[in-house]
């Protein structure tokens, strides 16, 4: 059985879907069409519908993201003898409930709390290909990380199109008193009397089941959406913060032009996405940015994209992710003349990454000599840290404002899923390098009690 779960979010990942797809030919005997079932899912097979059997007769079958849990009945139809059927209908009254499953890294899960998209901007494919938005309830999310913590889980990612949409057409019936969000951008959902996302953070932070866990983050989110209730979570706990909350947000852009943004559907403007951003660090300083950006969007010109230019100088994110622009069949943008010349926008894209490049060099640097919480996914590939007649290995993890920290151990115990303090010593435009601190609480600090102490004092400790 080979499935190719494909995402057509971006051209390129279309493309290396069906050149994998047309690797797989070679399995099949063109005579008789013996060999492992084939089936094409994802993104990809909701937004083909099918056509593609027209050049890949070999495959078997086509899904989308909504069949996924019709998976072993297709395979079943396929495995007596049926072919080239198509399950790509979406499911608007089917609840939206799933258990997470631990990959990996204990001390790490990634978790779906939502699907879907409202937003229909112009240039994205994703509500075409993924439907509506729908959430899981407040209690259902809790009693899937509850099982996760369980098993040792210490850090969830929580996921969605637009987690900041979380909770819509879900009545509120955790306890929470419901509450109205507010964004000065205009409108955001959900209302009074539905579950919200920050209802929901706070919800994690008041589980006991939850105890062990420590950290939280999700992605991603719309600027439309990113209330003024979620920025008060990123702040102190005196102030209504939570503190399991990551200091990191991935808040995409996509353009710096308040002209291109309307021809994207965005509806918000720069400058108040801005405003936002600045709320944010004024309410924790220590945040760290990241979002997405596209070049060479139709009809933008070059002084929208020095626009775009002066953003990343206004902002300062920590990182970015750009991409050149290119049209996704059956949407509105597609319809619009992709008259930004690919050289034009390959130079642009090339100079955005350097501009972002020079600011990251320069935040990187500013976190040397600071002592950090991190917490280590594994060896890190690149063991160039270690000198000749050295002994040890390269350790790698994230910190609360998920910058990549490499640290030499000479210890050789095993720090995977542990929370360590690193002392910065050195960086790049990518990551940081540091030195660990062998706080004499380390064993408390990583063992099965939910409460534990720091020998650092809160001014020495950033996140």
């Not at 089917?94 to 990996?104: E, F, N, P, W």
């Not at 009545?171 to 996302?197: C, D, M, Q, W």
């Not at 709320?279 to 945040?287: F, N």
Request: charged residues 25%; hydrophobic residues 35%; positive net charge.
């Amino acid at each position: 059985l080979i499935i190719i779960n494909g995402c057509s979010v971006r051209e390129k990942a279309v493309h290396k879907a069906i050149s994998f797809l047309g690797e797989q030919q070679i399995l099949k005997k063109q005579k008789d069409n013996v060999g492992p079932i084939i089936a094409l899912g994802g993104c990809v097979g909701q937004l083909d519908k099918g056509e593609v059997f027209k050049r890949a007769p070999y495959l078997d079958f086509v899904f989308g993201p909504d069949a996924i849990d019709q998976l072993p009945e297709m395979v079943h139809r396929a495995e007596n003898g049926q072919r080239h059927f198509v399950q790509v209908t979406f499911d608007k009254t089917l609840a939206y409930s799933t258990q997470t499953k631990v990959h990996g890294s204990k001390a790490q899960a990634f978790v779906n709390i939502m699907k879907g998209c409202d937003k229909y901007c112009t240039y994205c494919i994703v509500p075409f290909t993924r439907g509506r938005e729908k959430s899981r309830t407040i209690h259902e999310v809790l009693d899937d990380l509850a099982g996760l913590v369980s098993k040792g889980v210490r850090e969830v990612t929580l996921l969605g199109q637009n987690v900041n949409s979380f909770g819509k057409g879900n009545s509120n019936t955790h306890g929470y008193e419901p509450k109205e969000l507010h964004n000065p951008i205009g409108k955001v959902g959900p209302r009074a009397g539905e579950e919200n996302f920050p209802q929901l953070l706070y919800a994690m932070e008041a589980d006991p089941r939850l105890a062990r866990l420590k950290r939280i983050r999700f992605t991603s989110s719309h600027p439309l959406d990113f209330s003024d209730e979620l920025i008060a979570c990123y702040g102190p706990k005196e102030k209504g913060g939570i503190e399991k909350l990551a200091k990191h947000l991935h808040l995409p852009v996509q353009s710096g032009s308040n002209r291109v943004l309307t021809k994207m559907g965005r509806h918000h403007l720069i400058e108040n996405y801005i405003a936002q951003m600045k709320r944010l660090k004024e309410m924790a300083p220590e945040v760290g940015m990241s979002t997405d950006l596209i070049v060479g969007f139709p009809t933008e010109t070059e002084e929208e994209f020095q626009e775009t230019m002066r953003l990343l100088d206004s902002v300062q994110f920590d990182n970015i992710y750009a991409f050149a622009y290119s049209p996704r069949p059956g949407t509105r943008a597609a319809k619009l003349p992709d008259d930004v010349e690919p050289k034009v926008k390959n130079r642009r894209l090339n100079e955005l990454l350097q501009h972002q490049l020079k600011i990251a060099v320069t935040t990187y640097a500013s976190r040397v000599g600071q002592v950090m919480e991190v917490l280590v996914e594994g060896q890190a590939k690149n063991q160039n840290m270690i000198k000749e007649g050295m002994t040890g290995r390269v350790w790698t993890g994230r910190t609360s404002c998920n910058r990549v920290v490499n640290f030499i151990d000479t210890t050789n115990r095993n720090y995977l899923g542990a929370f360590l303090m690193v002392k910065i010593t050195g960086s790049t435009s990518l990551s940081l390098s540091g030195e660990l601190v062998h706080d004499a609480d380390f064993a408390e600090r990583n063992s099965e009690s939910p409460k534990y102490t720091s020998s650092y004092s809160t001014s020495e400790i950033v996140q």
